[in-house]
């Protein structure tokens, strides 16, 4: 069965550096999506993309997060200038269409900011 | 923005027992997905309600979306411990297919 990868399981990076987690979305989906999860709490919306630009950001998505399709498999998410605060779990995931279709979630990354 | 809440935050129950969450919104949803979370996992599609009153079954799983469009309902019956995990229900929003999860419902089956 088709799934979503990520890599790294897990990133420990000091306050200030900057990361890149990687995704590779299913092969056919369209649309792309980065979500995270503080420990014990909800899964949040940060962005999703469509043809190569984003197409809705919420605010936890501020000038520090950016989002890449540096080829035609990857999907990234950087995070400039990580802080505390920027320790969840990242979860990349994927759908076919938009509208009334299923996420596919990959196994996350657990971002460690120390 | 979109806010949708989820009772109860926690529920134990024995084996063999039936749990229930609920998911309860201010506004009229257009439509309605339901995820599981195992402890240490990540969500995993279980269904999508659409219609208003629709009822939709999964062998021990039950999903139930309100005639008014505003809440909905998960029911499990006979609980396993495979069934140990968070249920979120989530809304499907925008253009983008922006998923707004609920607070989530945490699980635990005692033997």
């Known amino acids: 069965e088709p799934e979503v990868t990520q890599t790294p399981s897990h990133q420990v990076t000091q306050m200030g550096q900057e990361v890149i987690l990687r995704c590779v979305p299913i092969?056919?989906?369209?649309?792309f999506y980065w979500y995270r999860q503080i420990l014990g709490q909800k899964v949040e919306f940060l962005v999703s993309?469509?043809?190569?630009?984003?197409?809705?950001k919420s605010e936890i998505f501020d000038d520090q997060f950016s989002v890449e399709r540096p080829d035609g498999s990857n999907f990234t998410l950087k995070i400039r200038s990580t802080k505390l605060e920027d320790s969840a779990m990242y979860f990349c995931?994927?759908?076919?269409?938009?509208?009334?279709?299923?996420?596919?979630f990959g196994q996350g990354t657990r971002l460690t900011v120390v | 923005g979109q806010q949708v809440m989820q009772i109860p935050q926690y529920q134990h129950v024995q084996e063999g027992e039936d749990f229930t969450t609920y998911c309860n919104s201010s506004?009229?949803?257009?439509?309605i997905q339901w995820y599981k979370q195992r402890p240490g996992g990540h969500p995993v599609f279980l269904i999508q309600?659409?219609?208003?009153?629709e009822v939709k079954k999964q062998k021990r799983l039950t999903f139930q979306f309100g005639e008014a469009k505003k809440n909905s309902s998960l029911h499990i019956t006979a609980t396993q411990t495979t069934d140990v995990g968070t249920y979120f229900c989530?809304?499907?929003?925008?253009?983008?297919?922006?998923?707004?999860f609920g607070t989530g419902t945490q699980l635990k089956v005692e033997l």
């Open positions: 995931a994927s759908s076919l269409r938009t509208a009334n279709t299923e996420a596919f």
């Open positions: 092969s056919n989906h369209l649309y």
């Open positions: 993309f469509y043809n190569n630009e984003i197409s809705e």
């Open positions: 506004t009229t949803l257009s439509n």
């Open positions: 309600l659409v219609k208003s009153g």
């Open positions: 989530a809304v499907s929003t925008g253009g983008g297919n922006k998923l707004t």
